[in-house]
DNA sequence: GTCTATAAGCGGATAGAC
DNA sequence: GTCTATCCGCTTATAGAC
């Protein structure tokens, strides 16, 4: 008794449906971005589809699942474009720098993210326990990172593998603020480059080069 | 015919209104800390205070004015404490540590200003202006301090001052997201004492220590 | 699959009594 | 200086028609 999942598939039965879903999720990201979570309303999402409030909740029994399925939808994106070898740690140190260079030209998943986090800081937000998960994940997947390049004696001395993994996440958080307030204030990609460059022994050139 | 403003003085006329206003302010910091502006309502400041909505109005006209005086107190409270000599680079970058280390302390303060900045990225909000200019001065603060240092031969070779400013000030705010989430997850005075060590040729001691 | 209607509540702000 | 009363708009969510 195999059951196909009769949501998938571009052009299966529910295909309108599933564009539906997608447009509604575009447009809740544009709106939890702008808004943040708690200010943001269903009904501003629902207008930018073309929906009304209780058409939208027929596709999102919630607000709280609306949310989730913006936050797991983004993750699906990305990790698409973001098909790294793990094992590789200067292909994992690069693709956080590519991250950064990407995210300038899609400033509303930078304001969504840079939102979301500073509002989920309080443990009842509906994306708390997404957000600590996905920091934990950051910062390890980093610390491995150095750690590989540090036993390749590639890593500047006295840089410690975790430390480094925690300030570069941060950089690129603390980067984003200030570049969301006045985008001619700095440039996010020269800043990672050039911090990545006092903790690698340089130069640190692009792995796909080679 | 000088007028003596009468709100002044903790005896003097007035006293009562002062001291209210100071009871709301502390009130709205820690409301707007854990729900940012728009979505902390002057019920729940009003309530903590003892106060109904109307009675809290009489004070500040309205919720903007609300959160500009709050802001406006914080920056004052902070001035008393941060009387460091701007032209000592090194003292300008120890404040910075010392900073990290008292806001540790004090998780609310750290709060409003990780919430309410992620907020203030769309340019509509009330508080948009006064974080563009919070950052320019603190970029300028630190330029000009780490420029001073590499005048002095104390700045690491390939540093510069520009960027180091803009870096530390986003390796602050990044680690204060991370730290809010999860308070074992990192200890920020650590780290900031290891990215400024990074920067300046060890060791670099707190310069009251001599 | 999307709508209208409706419930039930909270939001900021004003007017005027005390 | 603080209150009560009130206005009006916006919020999420449900029920049921089409």
Same mark, same amino acid.
């Given at each position: 008794?195999?059951?196909?999942?009769?949501?998938?598939?571009?052009?299966?039965?529910?295909?309108?449906?599933?564009?539906?879903?997608?447009?509604?999720?575009?447009?809740?990201?544009?709106?939890?971005?702008?808004?943040?979570?708690?200010?943001?309303?269903?009904?501003?999402?629902?207008?930018?589809?073309?929906?009304?409030?209780?058409?939208?909740?027929?596709?999102?029994?919630?607000?709280?699942?609306?949310?989730?399925?913006? *936050? @797991?939808?983004?993750? /699906?994106? #990305?990790?698409?474009?973001?098909?790294?070898?793990?094992?590789?740690?200067?292909?994992? +140190? $690069?693709?956080?720098?590519?991250?950064?260079?990407?995210?300038?030209?899609?400033?509303?998943?930078?304001?969504?993210?840079?939102?979301?986090s500073a509002e989920a800081t309080t443990p009842d937000h509906p994306?708390?326990?997404?957000?600590?998960?996905?920091?934990?994940?950051?910062?390890?997947?980093?610390?491995?990172?150095?750690?590989?390049?540090?036993?390749?004696?590639? *890593? @500047?001395?006295?840089? /410690?593998? #975790?430390?480094?993994?925690?300030?570069?996440?941060?950089?690129?958080?603390?980067?984003? +603020? $200030?570049?969301?307030?006045?985008?001619?204030?700095?440039?996010?990609?020269?800043?990672?480059?050039?911090h990545v460059d006092t903790l690698v022994h340089a130069p640190f050139?692009?792995?796909?080069?080679?």
């Open positions: 008794m195999t059951t196909t999942p009769r949501t998938r598939g571009p052009r299966g039965p529910y295909a309108k449906t599933r564009a539906t879903k997608l447009r509604i999720l575009d447009a809740a990201l544009a709106v939890f971005a702008e808004s943040g979570f708690r200010s943001g309303s269903l009904r501003e999402v629902a207008d930018k589809v073309g929906l009304s409030d209780a058409g939208l909740l027929h596709h999102y029994p919630n607000k709280a699942a609306l949310l989730e399925a913006v *936050l @797991r939808h983004r993750d /699906d994106v #990305a990790l698409v474009d973001f098909h790294v070898d793990l094992a590789d740690p200067r292909a994992v +140190v $690069q693709a956080f720098v590519d991250i950064t260079e990407r995210n300038m030209h899609q400033p509303g998943v930078v304001e969504l993210y840079c939102t979301l994306a708390h326990g997404y957000f600590i998960e996905r920091y934990d994940w950051l910062r390890g997947l980093l610390t491995q990172a150095f750690t590989g390049l540090a036993e390749r004696g590639e *890593l @500047r001395d006295g840089v /410690d593998p #975790a430390s480094a993994a925690v300030q570069l996440v941060s950089l690129l958080d603390g980067l984003q +603020v $200030q570049w969301l307030l006045d985008r001619t204030a700095l440039d996010m990609t020269a800043e990672v480059k050039r050139v692009d792995p796909r080069a080679a």
